[in-house]
């Protein structure tokens, strides 16, 4: 007898495969009425509307339904070969390999890049994804361990892109604009372009309708039935790169297509892999062309409200959020985090071993460097001409990092996940959001309000990520796809301001980036009175710190109430995590280092640990800043990205060394 619950969802199939069409119908009918048009005068008049219709709108509309079907079919061929519903170049770090690829071509070689872009792109792509398969194929390619390998993967692809940006100037800078993903058109040659690729692709998807039946299985039972599994992996992937790097090159970064076509068409009924290789494509080219018409009504005058690439990207976050229940990980990450190798007899002597150490790296800092003629060690008067200059950066980056890792080990406690970290888990994400919202609302605010908005969005950001891991009793691979999605949603909201090219985007770049080349008296004072004000109230919660990392159940049989804990940790750690990030960026990764030094250096206790991390997070990103100055001097690379750079293989070693759960 069939129930009740699947008669209402065959009931409503009609309406889902008949809502999006007709959405899309009723938004392109409101563009063509409502569309900018030069006033009737003349018969140039309409000769020029007539000329934007036909050679923009149209075009544009277009390439809006061949690139959405081809990143949608794109999308189910990872997902069915990956067996992950939450597999696209977005999640995949495919189009942050690609945008970076793309970035390094036109930064170094302009020319280059106009005569084989899309074999950039593609190169840029594949590499990416094959360093997140190799990085989960140890356990056998895990849906949760695939999401953190990408994640990584487009931290430090993020992380080149913007470096890179800076090095090169407007070069650079022209293609991370373009790479917010725009469709406006003035020909037909983009659709011309695009068209025939999604029709080889799609005719090449067709011949590995059966493959990919066949992958459904487990892979010994793919094997027992005669498929060259690795092979046909490879090419499969092969194919789905390819066609999302076309789209990319030819029109930039379209975020989370891709993703949302599979799972919409799934809930629209499509469950076989031929229905889905179908009705996938046909649903993401509905979905980007409702989004392109949408921007272009929205838009003031003759400009779109954003990027069509970025608004797409909005759908990312809450899109991973609602997906999060359907991920099953057959090895998990294990709760338990890096133990510490050896637990210290002596932690006190230890902690002031550290702040020794601390000390001489604070007085190399100052007093070594390059020249033209070599290192030096400035002492004396050339000090004194040199202490404006280096003093106020290096006392930035200590209490920057300071504070990432007090905030990082927070969250570590409050969530009971050893990877839990601003950056990781989207807080510092959410402090750029609430940044640009300052930067939408104010144009040009005091560096207050933007300290302010961007404590308001790392806090939002935070309590959204407990509030969804809790449902899921803080499942440590939960809480990080939970993270990735805020994280997501926060950077596309980003990506729609960075796209204008203005000077507001200009300050969201700096801001990226991470740079301390502009710290002055302002910055080094505000670093050292949060630090103090802030890690202040620690010592006194140490009970909270020391209970909540057992779970609500047995921190309530202890007499803590959990939510006001959670809370007060959380508005704390937030604070720390705005003021760091305004100071250093958000790609440090320091956050996450620090107190996982701290561990494997043996501190147990709580307060030895809180200690240690502040002091490895101070010394970690006054080691980063030095180099960044001394590595390719006299440029130099800006120490948030530069410590992104050192916190990512880390990160992946820590990936690769956690323990399995069976």
């Known amino acids: 007898m069939v129930s009740r619950a699947k008669l209402a969802r065959n009931a409503s199939l009609p309406v889902l495969a008949i809502l999006l069409p007709v959405l899309c119908i009723a938004a ?24 934007l219709l036909w050679n923009s709108i149209m075009p544009r509309a277009m390439l809006a339904l061949i ?22 170049a977005s999640t995949l770090g495919i189009a942050s390999g690609a945008e970076l690829a793309m970035t390094a071509a036109m930064g170094f070689s302009p020319l280059l890049i106009g005569f084989s872009r899309e074999m950039a792109a593609f190169g840029g792509g594949l590499a990416a994804v094959a360093i997140v398969l190799a990085l989960s194929w140890r356990r056998g390619l895990d849906p949760v361990t695939v999401a953190l390998s990408g994640l990584i993967v487009s931290l430090i692809a993020s992380a080149l892109s913007v470096t890179l940006i800076l090095s090169r100037g407007e070069y650079a800078m022209s293609i991370y604009i373009w790479g917010a993903g725009s469709l406006s ?8 372009s695009l068209g025939p690729r999604l029709i080889l692709g799609f005719a090449a998807a067709l011949l590995l309708v059966r493959p990919l039946r066949i992958l459904a299985l487990d892979d010994s039972g793919a094997r027992s039935l005669g498929l060259a599994l690795h092979s046909t992996r490879l090419a499969i992937i092969a194919l789905a790169v390819w066609l999302a790097v076309s789209v990319i090159s030819e029109v930039g970064v379209i975020g989370f297509v891709g993703l ?26 509905g979905l980007l062309f409702l989004t392109d018409c949408l921007t272009q009504i929205l838009g003031p005058g003759f400009t779109d409200l954003a990027p069509t690439g970025a608004a797409t990207a909005l759908l990312g976050g809450p899109l991973l959020l609602f997906l999060l229940p359907r991920v099953h990980s057959v090895s998990a990450v294990a709760a338990q985090s890096a133990a510490a190798l050896n637990r210290l007899t002596k932690p006190l002597l230890a902690l002031g071993a550290l702040f020794i150490a601390l000390a001489l790296i604070f007085a190399v800092v100052l007093t070594l460097g390059p020249a033209e003629d070599g290192w030096h060690v400035a002492t004396g008067s050339l000090l004194t001409d ?15 990092g300071a504070m990432l890792a007090a905030a990082g080990f927070i969250m570590q406690r409050v969530t009971g996940n050893p990877i839990a970290s601003p950056e990781v888990l989207g807080v510092s994400s959410g402090a750029g959001a609430g940044l640009t919202v300052a930067l939408f609302l104010f144009g040009f605010p005091s560096p207050i ?4 908005a961007m404590a308001l969005g790392a806090l939002t950001a935070f309590l959204a990520m407990i509030a969804i891991s809790a449902r899921a009793q803080f499942s440590p691979e939960r809480m990080l796809l939970a993270g990735v999605g805020i994280g997501a949603f926060a950077m596309a909201i980003v990506t729609m301001v960075l796209a204008q090219g203005d000077m507001r985007g200009y300050i969201l770049l700096t801001w990226l980036s991470g740079s301390t080349n502009r710290a002055g008296a302002f910055e080094a004072w505000t670093a050292i009175i949060s630090l103090v004000v802030m890690t202040a109230p620690l010592p006194f919660l140490s009970r ?59 501190f147990r206790a709580p307060g030895h640990q809180l200690t240690a991390s502040l002091l490895f997070g101070a010394g970690v990103l006054m080691a980063a800043d030095w180099l960044s100055r001394v590595v390719i001097y006299p440029y130099q690379v800006p120490v948030g990205l530069f410590a992104a750079l050192i916190g990512g293989p880390y990160l992946i070693w820590l990936l690769s060394r956690k323990e399995v759960q069976q």
């Open 544 to 602: 909270w710190l020391t209970i909540l990392p057992l779970g609500a159940g047995p921190s309530r049989a202890a007499g803590l109430h959990v939510g006001v804990s959670r809370l007060a940790l959380a508005i704390l750690a937030a604070l720390m995590t705005a003021i760091a990030s305004f100071l250093v960026g958000p790609l440090s990764l320091t956050g996450l280092i620090a107190p996982h030094l701290a561990r494997l250096a043996g």
């Open 67 to 88: 690139a959405g079907a081809a990143l949608g079919l794109s999308g189910t061929l990872l997902q069915r070969v990956l067996r992950n519903p939450i597999a696209d």
């Open 449 to 452: 309000i933007m300290l302010l």
């Open 260 to 285: 949302a076509a599979p799972a919409i068409a799934r809930l629209a009924g499509a469950r076989g892999t031929g229905k889905l290789m179908l009705t996938a494509p046909l649903t993401g080219a």
């Open 185 to 192: 058109q003035q020909d037909w040659n983009g659709a011309l």
């Open 386 to 400: 040199l202490l404006p200059f280096r003093l106020p950066r290096t006392i930035v980056a200590a209490g920057a």
């Open 28 to 51: 392109f009918a409101v563009l063509i009425v409502t569309r900018p048009e030069v006033p009737q005068g003349d018969a140039d008049a309409a000769m020029l509307n007539g000329a």
